[in-house]
């Protein structure tokens, strides 16, 4: 089955082995601010002088947090019944914290500053049955 | 320019009804002119504040539509949570600059309980990816905020607490009842450390002003409050933790768009913090209630815990914050919410109160913030 990702700009190519795939970003020529996925201009100085980069793969817990109520909207995880999922942000050495789910739902178990590591693997297939790549982050 | 005055309030309940958003607004904008001593008629503009995808485009003017259709222009905001403070400057600047003679600006919302519909306010991989509920979004802050300055899980219930106590005192609130310091913390996680019994719930109501100029208000009530200040700004780049964010920077450092909107309001009112004598500020949780006292110069940052402990933000304190039981207890009717917080401080400053109330407060200032960082501080004077 082809792999497709949830949305085209936020990794990098090829998709296939997922284990070799990382966030793609954008850097900002002249204020130096990185984003993930594609920006036709920079939100801090909005510059157009804006290059894609690729973001690391590891990085540290800034903050989290679980979530207990089933979320509403086509939310692809296990809602039937709904799994408590943690949610975090992560600060990249590139100097942006990235909202993104992780794979601990245990507020025992998650630590500011921890140290984690992106996991790309796929959320769910499509009606075209294509596998559909998102991402996440785990303890190291 | 000319100064403004509130001459006229009107609310509807905040909860669950069987009736239609027309309906609802129709009671508040009726009551506010009946408070006024006016007739919809003699109104010459209204701005309508509606904040959810469950009403009609158009609903503003739709809502007002049995009041009779004076052709009377009114125009929708939406600014998130903050629509009706938004749409109380666009009210104000009417007045100011003569284009309106009588104004009244109103909200209404009717949303369904449990947490919002995602759709309107985030991308579809956000929504699928699970990163799509306002509250996971506040919880962050709060465990940050735990982190770096020792805030607890008793200060959110100590907020909770304080907030549902108060309910009781207000007949226009979805939750009347107190509920003690166990039973909040034994409430379920919504999302970690926020619990059911320390947020607010989506819900429907509507709330009202009629504005005049000051110099005009003498012919309608001997008690007019003035709006010394209304201010509105947006989140600056990674300034607030907030929906529907993909990101923050680890770099820039830019103030809270409720710290930027209350210094400008501060500046336009010629006063500081320490000035205010009350405030209802934007509670959709426990921790927000919190950080805003910060974001307002109420304590410097970092000490919110403090004067939450040392009783300064309760009904007798420095500054009693959310006397009307905040939203918490209220609901939150998205574009209502600003406007009912006025009516609250509304009759506060005109010593309309009961329990509680506030012998000889002369100044209230009232918050809402929301998603993109839209944010609204309006002041009010006696």
Not at chain 2, 260 to 289: L, N
């Amino acid at each position: 089955m082809a792999k497709v990702a949830i949305k085209d700009d936020l990794f990098t190519r090829p998709l296939e082995p997922v284990d070799k795939v990382s966030l793609a970003g954008s850097k900002c020529r002249d204020c130096s601010e990185v984003f993930l996925g594609k920006l036709s201009g920079c939100e801090n100085c909005g510059s157009e002088n804006v290059e894609p980069v690729g973001l690391s793969n590891e990085g540290k817990l800034y903050t989290y947090t679980v979530l207990y109520a089933p979320l509403r909207g086509d939310y692809k995880g296990p809602s039937d019944p709904f799994v408590p999922l943690g949610i975090g942000l992560i600060e990249l050495p590139e100097g942006c914290r990235i909202m993104a789910p992780l794979t601990v739902n245990d507020p025992a178990l998650l630590k500011i500053d921890m140290p984690m590591r992106l996991v790309v693997d796929t959320l769910y297939t499509d009606s075209q049955g294509n596998e559909v790549l998102s991402f996440k982050y785990r303890p190291i | 320019m000319r100064d403004v005055a509130i001459i006229g309030v009107g609310i509807h309940k905040f909860g669950r009804f069987d009736k239609s958003y027309g309906e609802i607004a129709s009671e508040a904008v009726r009551m506010a002119l009946k408070d006024a001593g006016l007739e919809w008629k003699q109104v010459d503009v209204a701005y309508a504040a509606t904040a959810s995808r469950e009403l009609p485009l158009n609903a503003g003017p739709k809502a007002l539509q049995s009041l009779g259709r004076t052709g009377i222009g009114i125009s929708g905001v939406d600014s998130a949570c903050a629509s009706g403070g938004v749409a109380l400057n666009n009210g104000v600047n009417a007045i100011k600059s003569g284009s309106s003679d009588i104004c009244v600006v109103f909200g209404v919302e009717k949303v369904p309980s449990g947490l919002m519909d995602p759709g309107p306010r985030y991308e579809r991989w956000q929504i699928e990816m699970g990163l799509s509920t306002n509250p996971a979004y506040w919880s962050m802050s709060a465990v940050r905020h735990m982190h770096d300055y020792g805030t607890t899980e008793m200060h959110l219930a100590k907020i909770a607490y304080k907030n549902h106590g108060y309910s009781v005192h207000n007949p226009y609130a979805m939750y009347r009842k107190k509920f003690t310091m166990e039973q909040i913390l034994n409430s379920p996680l919504v999302c970690w450390p926020t619990r059911l019994l320390e947020i607010c719930a989506p819900n429907e109501g509507a709330a009202a002003v009629v504005l005049c100029s000051a110099e005009r208000a003498a012919r309608y009530t001997t008690k007019p409050i003035f709006v010394a200040a209304s201010a509105h700004k947006l989140a600056m780049y990674s300034a607030d933790l907030r929906a529907p964010v993909v990101q923050m920077s680890a770099r820039v450092k830019n103030d809270n768009p409720t710290t930027v909107a209350s210094r400008k309001a501060y500046e336009i009112a010629g006063i500081g913090p320490e000035d205010i004598d009350c405030a209802e500020v934007q509670d959709t949780d426990a921790f927000m209630e919190l950080t805003h006292y910060e974001e307002l110069g109420f304590c410097a940052e970092g000490e919110a815990g403090k004067i939450l402990d040392a009783g300064e933000t309760e009904l007798g304190g420095r500054i009693p914050v959310n006397l009307s039981g905040g939203l918490i207890s209220k609901g939150e009717p998205i574009g209502a919410s600003h406007l009912g917080q006025l009516v609250f401080q509304v009759w506060q400053l005109r010593e309309q109160l009961d329990a509680m109330q506030i012998r000889g407060a002369k100044t209230a200032l009232a918050q809402v913030t929301g998603a993109m960082g839209h944010t609204a501080v309006t002041i009010l004077k006696k």
